[in-house]
């Protein structure tokens, strides 16, 4: 008689979990030398394709670069500043702001931001933090390291892989790395065995119903869920080109930089030494050749020179890149150092701008679902149950565009004035340009300087000598 050992689930994978590990690490490898290449964009390391033509061997060693990549992208990303998170009824947010607090959302906002826009995706994940706090963590993966199977009716994961590096929680694994998939009813962290499989460090059995990670995800389609980048192969070969001109901008000034010299009619004395042993080219080029003597028939050797090199030819094509690249980031042609002759007004300058502010309102209205989205999730790992639907959390950003103060406030004012909005209206100081910080604190101010009114009426309503004096007694009828 067999008897059959079942597998503790604690301490092994199971096959149909192997199956989706397989096919999560072939998705993630399959995409990310795409996703290195951008990097290699973003951060000026691509290596420039050289034609072979106009370039000696020596100098192929020579790296040009030129940032409008990262400019664009940066540029984008620096209007995107996450401010607060309140609730739309108005009640006081202080558990949002707890959440936030714990996982320094605010500066890592920055950084979901940034990686979505230059990979065209990041992740957030959501999971229990430490036991004292009783805080969920928040964390922001890169998509080098993370993918998401994604559901298109549902719109939401359905399962998920990150593998990172460890800090050496296994001294007997092979490889100092781990993996963690992310399910609806757990997550799984295992590390690698020295036979090949796969070890389970630890199960978390959250139970949500739903993987707690989430996709960021930069223009969208509606056939591509995942998300495009900033930088797109326009950019890519735009920013080639004017790399190579910049490359023979650097050749033309190690070649003809100085003007060329000709000589008609000289001696071979005039390139040799006292001991008649030639000069090398540079010692001819600033010696002797200055001083040349006549030849047997008195005749004075001719010396003339080349027209030297002259690089605004090249200035002009780059500075044609700059427009083009400017249109298809979005930007001002001034960010990416294009001038004209006249300068342009404040009123043109916004004009130009049109496009990127436009851009980081999309965005922000994109990024802000999943913030929402992620908050959400947060409170329901915190709470142990799903928060109220009909309680919604929204996202507080700084205006992207680039309004004067004085603009501001004097909108604000004549809402005010019009009876649109009350004068102690949170919606007045933000429309101002007041930060959430700064909105609060008048908020205190508000209420101590209404505290100190009303202890200066009971005070007045209390003290005898601010009593009225008693009146006249009322004439009783008699006349006396």
Same mark, same amino acid.
């Given at each position: 008689?067999?008897?059959?050992?079942?597998?503790?689930?604690?301490?092994?994978?199971?096959?149909?979990?192997?199956?989706?590990?397989?096919?999560?690490?072939?998705?993630?490898?399959?995409?990310?030398?795409?996703?290195?290449?951008?990097?290699?964009?973003?951060?000026?390391?691509?290596?420039?394709?050289?034609? !072979?033509?106009?370039?000696?061997?020596?100098?192929?060693?020579?790296?040009?670069?030129?940032? $409008?990549?990262?400019? !664009?992208?940066?540029?984008?990303?620096?209007?995107?500043?996450?401010?607060?998170?309140?609730?739309?009824?108005?009640?006081?947010?202080?558990?949002?702001? =707890?959440?936030?607090?714990?996982?320094?959302?605010?500066?890592?906002?920055?950084?979901?931001? #940034?990686?979505?826009?230059?990979?065209?995706?990041?992740?957030?994940?959501?999971? /229990?933090?430490?036991?004292?706090?009783?805080?969920?963590?928040?964390?922001?993966? /890169?998509?080098?390291?993370?993918?998401?199977?994604?559901?298109?009716? #549902?719109?939401?994961?359905? %399962?998920?892989?990150?593998?990172?590096?460890?800090?050496?929680?296994?001294?007997?694994?092979?490889?100092?790395?781990?993996?963690?998939?992310?399910?609806?009813?757990?997550?799984?962290?295992?590390?690698?065995?020295? /036979?090949?499989? $796969?070890? *389970?460090?630890?199960?978390?059995?959250?139970?949500?119903?739903?993987?707690?990670?989430?996709?960021?995800?930069?223009?969208?389609? +509606?056939?591509?869920?995942?998300?495009?980048?900033?930088?797109?192969? =326009?950019?890519?070969?735009?920013?080639?080109?004017?790399?190579?001109?910049?490359?023979?901008?650097?050749?033309?000034?190690?070649?003809?930089?100085?003007?060329?010299?000709?000589?008609?009619?000289?001696?071979?004395?005039?390139?040799?030494?006292?001991?008649?042993?030639?000069?090398?080219?540079?010692?001819?080029?600033?010696?002797?050749?200055?001083?040349? =003597?006549?030849?047997?028939?008195?005749?004075? @050797?001719?010396?003339?020179?080349?027209? %030297?090199?002259?690089?605004?030819?090249?200035?002009?094509?780059?500075?044609?890149? +700059?427009?083009?690249?400017?249109?298809?980031?979005?930007?001002?042609?001034?960010?990416?150092?294009?001038?004209?002759?006249?300068?342009?007004?404040?009123?043109?300058?916004? /004009?130009?701008?049109?496009?990127?502010?436009?851009?980081?309102?999309?965005?922000?209205?994109?990024?802000?679902?999943? $913030?929402?989205?992620?908050?959400?999730?947060?409170? $329901? *790992?915190?709470?142990?149950?799903?928060?109220?639907?009909?309680?919604?959390?929204?996202?507080?950003?700084?205006?992207?565009?680039?309004?004067?103060?004085?603009?501001?406030?004097?909108?604000?004012?004549?809402?005010?004035?019009?009876?649109?909005?009350?004068?102690?209206?949170?919606?007045?100081?933000?429309?101002?340009?007041?930060?959430?910080?700064?909105?609060?604190?008048?908020?205190?101010?508000?209420?101590?300087?209404?505290?100190?009114?009303?202890?200066?009426?009971?005070?007045?309503?209390?003290? @005898?000598?601010?009593?009225?004096? @008693?009146?006249?007694?009322?004439?009783?009828?008699?006349?006396?």
């Amino acid at each position: 008689m067999t008897v059959s050992i079942p597998e503790l689930p604690l301490v092994t994978l199971s096959d149909d979990e192997l199956a989706l590990i397989s096919v999560l690490r072939a998705d993630m490898l399959q995409d990310r030398y795409r996703l290195l290449l951008l990097d290699a964009y973003f951060n000026g390391e691509q290596l420039v394709r050289d034609l !072979g033509i106009s370039i000696p061997p020596q100098l192929r060693g020579l790296h040009t670069i030129i940032g $409008w990549p990262r400019i !664009g992208v940066e540029a984008l990303e620096q209007r995107l500043d996450l401010e607060a998170f309140r609730w739309a009824d108005g009640q006081p947010a202080t558990d949002l702001a =707890e959440i936030a607090d714990a996982n320094d959302l605010f500066d890592e906002a920055n950084l979901a931001h #940034l990686d979505a826009l230059t990979y065209g995706r990041s992740y957030l994940t959501v999971g /229990s933090g430490d036991e004292d706090e009783g805080l969920p963590l928040l964390s922001i993966e /890169s998509p080098l390291d993370m993918t998401l199977l994604w559901d298109a009716r #549902l719109r939401m994961g359905t %399962a998920a892989l990150r593998e990172c590096q460890t800090d050496h929680l296994l001294e007997s694994g092979p490889e100092d790395r781990m993996i963690v998939l992310y399910l609806p009813d757990q997550t799984i962290q295992a590390m690698p065995t020295d /036979s090949g499989g $796969w070890e *389970v460090v630890e199960r978390d059995m959250h139970g949500l119903g739903m993987v707690p990670v989430l996709r960021m995800a930069n223009r969208q389609r +509606a056939a591509d869920r995942v998300g495009r980048s900033e930088i797109t192969p =326009e950019v890519m070969s735009i920013t080639d080109a004017a790399c190579r001109r910049l490359m023979g901008m650097e050749v033309a000034a190690e070649f003809f930089g100085a003007p060329q010299r000709y000589i008609l009619g000289a001696s071979e004395g005039a390139f040799q030494d006292a001991e008649g042993n030639p000069l090398d080219a540079w010692a001819t080029y600033i010696g002797r050749v200055l001083g040349l =003597e006549r030849d047997e028939d008195g005749n004075v @050797p001719e010396v003339g020179q080349f027209s %030297a090199h002259d690089p605004s030819g090249m200035t002009k094509i780059i500075d044609l890149y +700059a427009r083009i690249m400017a249109t298809q980031l979005g930007l001002p042609p001034h960010m990416l150092g294009y001038t004209s002759d006249n300068p342009a007004s404040a009123d043109a300058i916004r /004009s130009s701008e049109a496009m990127l502010v436009k851009k980081a309102e999309r965005r922000i209205r994109r990024f802000g679902a999943t $913030w929402r989205d992620a908050m959400r999730l947060a409170l $329901w *790992v915190r709470d142990g149950e799903p928060p109220d639907k009909t309680r919604r959390i929204e996202c507080v950003y700084r205006n992207p565009a680039t309004p004067t103060l004085a603009a501001q406030t004097d909108a604000a004012v004549k809402l005010v004035q019009a009876k649109i909005l009350p004068a102690d209206s949170d919606v007045v100081l933000e429309m101002a340009g007041l930060t959430e910080g700064q909105r609060q604190r008048v908020a205190a101010d508000r209420r101590r300087a209404a505290g100190t009114r009303l202890l200066d009426r009971l005070s007045q309503m209390t003290d @005898p000598a601010t009593e009225a004096e @008693p009146g006249p007694e009322a004439d009783d009828g008699d006349g006396l």
